[in-house]
Structures are given as structure tokens and as C-alpha cells.
């Protein structure tokens, strides 16, 4: 694998990180601004302009701005009726927040396999498996094998990259189950030349560091639905009841709200969207390129309906490189590129191994053959 390494040697003589944020605009004016304002905390002109700017690139008619992308996940859940005992379909090939989000609700994720095309929800494998072990009453899906309800699904556009949104939402549709799309990794992304985020009744996004925009900590649902969008913000604003001076609250609410200061920091990241997305679409052309010729790997290229963010670039060794992985983790760590697998299949945690789940052979694959690779927008 020494090849590998010679590229990024060529490409970055002094190292690479895996994702590190870039300010290049005028975030620090910004975040002054609240300061000297006395404005940092949990209302604040940043926080309507950050919701109203995500609202516009989303093309959606509401943005709700929130503390961290793993509470836009919760919430979501919650505003869409999920409750205790319910089940969640989720991936088991993505990062923990979704099915923790779940878990927090009381329900239990219900993991599903990803396809290779796109690394996540493959539509049709879903499909066959609720023709298998679901069941339609009045009330919605059940699993015939456990006897709970199945709510919803939480779809992630894993490393930037979207699934087949079409395909999804129609097996939602003949299951009767909600979608929620986790776009937390794919902001700017576009499915058939349109954002993701308006086949999901929600969607979620995060802004933390390591994210293509980061507020520090963030995150943010978005739909097109503004009477849902309203109760999500009464929901994670303490369900105040709007009144000059009383402090009535007409249910249990959540504290969810981002504070400007991280609002502020947003808006600036966000005027520079255009050229972010620019830059990593050039990174990972210059990857492709580089890493054509190189034997036993490829680079992971956004599916034919797809124009991806390149959040996280990939490579994926060839079947029989497999035992090949740590070694190459291990050679690029030490050289000072920062490297790392694809996560611990969720499925295999130990909070989660009881959780059902349908046959993830092509997620099982997948992550005993995947690298991220650095992908940082300076880069
Ligand atoms: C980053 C991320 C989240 C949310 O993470 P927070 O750290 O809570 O903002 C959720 N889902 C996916 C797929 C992510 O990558």
C-alpha cells in the first residue's frame, strides 16, 4: 500500500488532517458583533439569518436552528410522533447520533443495509424485508416478529454521498412509514439537481468542527411542511407561550435552542458555501485522478444521480485487499495523514447488539474494505 502513501506525499508534502474547519470570512467580525451587542445568547438577529440563509439553500419554506445535530435528530422523532416501545429503521452503517437520537426517544433502532452504489438505505433490499416481516393495521407497520411498531426511517447521506431518495421515499410511502432524511453530512448536496432534504417530511443537519460548515456546535431540522417547522421551534424553545412578560409553557419542552454566538459564526461559514463546495469538488476530482492508477483500491465517486458534497472522500480496497486496511491505517497514520475506517457497524455496539436487525452483509463488506481519506476544503 506504499503506493497510497506516495500520493498523499505528492499531494500534501506537509500532512494532512481528516477534516479541519477553515475560516476565511468574516466570522470573527460576526461573533464581535454579538459580543459587543451583549447579544450571544439564544435569540439574536444571527439566529434568524442563519434559519432564513439554510431555509434558502434548502429551497424549504422553515429552518429551525438547534444546539447540535444529534437533538435536531431527537426532536424530529418526537415532533413526527415517535414513542416509547416504537421501532426506527436506521443504517447500521453510519455515525451513532441517529440511533442514539432514537434510543432517547424510547424507541429501538431496527437496523437496515446499505447499498454499494451509495452507502446508504438500499431501497429495494428495505422493501423486501418489510414485505417479509411487516404487517399494515390501522394504526400503521408492524414488525410481525417483535409486535412493535414501525414509526419511521432515518436515512443518512453518508460521507456526503445521497441515497436514492426516490426509491426511499416510495418504500416509505407502501410501508406507511415517516422519513426523516439525516443530512448531517451533506449540506449542498444535490439529488437530480435538487438539494436533498425535501423528500423527508424532515431534515436534520449538523455544524459541528469536523462538518462542511460548523458553528462550533450546531444543528438545524428543516421541512417544507411551516405548521410542523412552527412546533418544532416551540418544542425546543422550553414551549413558551409567546407573551411580552408571563412565563407559560403549555407542555414538556426541550432547551434546544443554538445561541447566536454560534449563529454568528454559521452565517459567515455560510457565505462561503459556494466556494467550500467548489473546493472539495476539486479535491476529490484531484484524488480521482491520483489514485486511478494505483492497484487494489478506488476512489468512491457520487452516484450518476448525484452532485455530493465530497464530505468525507473515500477509498475502498478491492475484496480480496481486506486484510490490507490496518496496515494502510496504520502506515498513513504515522506519516502524518489522518485516516480512518468507516464506523463500527451500529448493530455491533454494545447497546445496540439486542436491537433488530435485517442481513447487512453489504454493510459488513463495506466496512472491512473503506478508508476516509483528508478532505478538509483548504486542502
Ligand atoms: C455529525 C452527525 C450527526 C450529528 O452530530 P452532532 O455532533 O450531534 O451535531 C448526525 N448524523 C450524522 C450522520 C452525522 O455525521
Known amino acids: 500500500m506504499k503506493p497510497v502513501l506516495d500520493v498523499f506525499k505528492k ?12 475560516f476565511g470570512g468574516k466570522e470573527a467580525e460576526y461573533v464581535q458583533e454579538c459580543i459587543a451587542t451583549g447579544w450571544v445568547s ?17 429551497q424549504l419554506k422553515s429552518a429551525v ?12 422523532l418526537k415532533a413526527l410522533g415517535v414513542e416509547a416501545g416504537d421501532e426506527v429503521l436506521v443504517p447500521a452503517l453510519t455515525f451513532v447520533a441517529p440511533a442514539n437520537a432514537i434510543a432517547h426517544t424510547g424507541a429501538v433502532p431496527h437496523f437496515v443495509d446499505c447499498e454499494a452504489r451509495t452507502l446508504g438505505v438500499d431501497a429495494a433490499k428495505l422493501d423486501a424485508w418489510l414485505g417479509e416481516i411487516g404487517e399494515i393495521r390501522k394504526d400503521g407497520c408492524f414488525n410481525r416478529k417483535t409486535g412493535r411498531r414501525i414509526k419511521a426511517l432515518v436515512t443518512v ?18 410501508h406507511r412509514l415517516e422519513l426523516i432524511e439525516d443530512a448531517a453530512e451533506a449540506l449542498g448536496t444535490l439529488y437530480k439537481e435538487k438539494p436533498v432534504g425535501r423528500w ?32 418544532i421551534k416551540h418544542l425546543t ?14 407542555e ?15 452565517c459567515a461559514q455560510l457565505e462561503q458555501l459556494p466556494e467550500f463546495l467548489r473546493k472539495k469538488r476539486k479535491l476529490a476530482e484531484r484524488y480521482e485522478t491520483e489514485f486511478a492508477p494505483v492497484e487494489g ?23 480480496n485487499r481486506a486484510a490490507e486496511l490496518e496496515n494502510l491505517l496504520r502506515v498513513t497514520n504515522e506519516a502524518g495523514y489522518m485516516t480512518r475506517p468507516a464506523w463500527t457497524l451500529l448493530s455491533d455496539l454494545p447497546m445496540f447488539r439486542q436491537s433488530p436487525k435485517m442481513d447487512l452483509s453489504c454493510a459488513r463488506d463495506i466496512v472491512q474494505r473503506l478508508i476516509n481519506i483528508p478532505s478538509s476544503v483548504f486542502l
Do not use: Q
Not at 499531494?11 to 477553515?22: D, S, V, Y
Not at 414538556?252 to 454559521?266: E, F, K, S, T
Open 11 to 22: 499531494m500534501f508534502p506537509k500532512g494532512a488532517r481528516l477534516h479541519e474547519p477553515f
Open 42 to 58: 439564544s435569540v439574536g438577529k444571527f439566529v434568524d439569518r442563519f434559519e432564513s440563509d439554510l431555509a434558502g439553500i434548502f
Open 65 to 76: 436552528a438547534i444546539v447540535n445535530g444529534t437533538s435536531a435528530l431527537h426532536i424530529s
Open 157 to 174: 447521506h453518508v460521507f456526503g454521498h445521497p441515497v436514492d431518495l426516490e426509491a426511499v421515499a416510495r418504500v416509505c410511502g407502501t
Open 200 to 231: 423527508g417530511r424532515l431534515t436534520t443537519l449538523s455544524f459541528n468542527g469536523n462538518k462542511t460548515v460548523t458553528t462550533g456546535g450546531g444543528g438545524a431540522v428543516l421541512t417544507d411542511d411551516e405548521a410542523l417547522g412552527k412546533r
Open 237 to 250: 424553545t422550553t414551549a413558551k407561550v409567546a407573551h411580552p412578560w408571563r412565563f407559560d409553557h403549555d
Open 252 to 266: 414538556i419542552g426541550y432547551n434546544y435552542r443554538m445561541p447566536n454566538l454560534n449563529a454568528a459564526l454559521g
Open 297 to 319: 483500491l478506488r476512489f468512491f465517486k457520487e452516484p450518476d444521480f448525484a452532485k455530493s458534497n465530497y464530505w468525507l472522500n473515500v477509498l475502498i480496497l478491492e475484496k
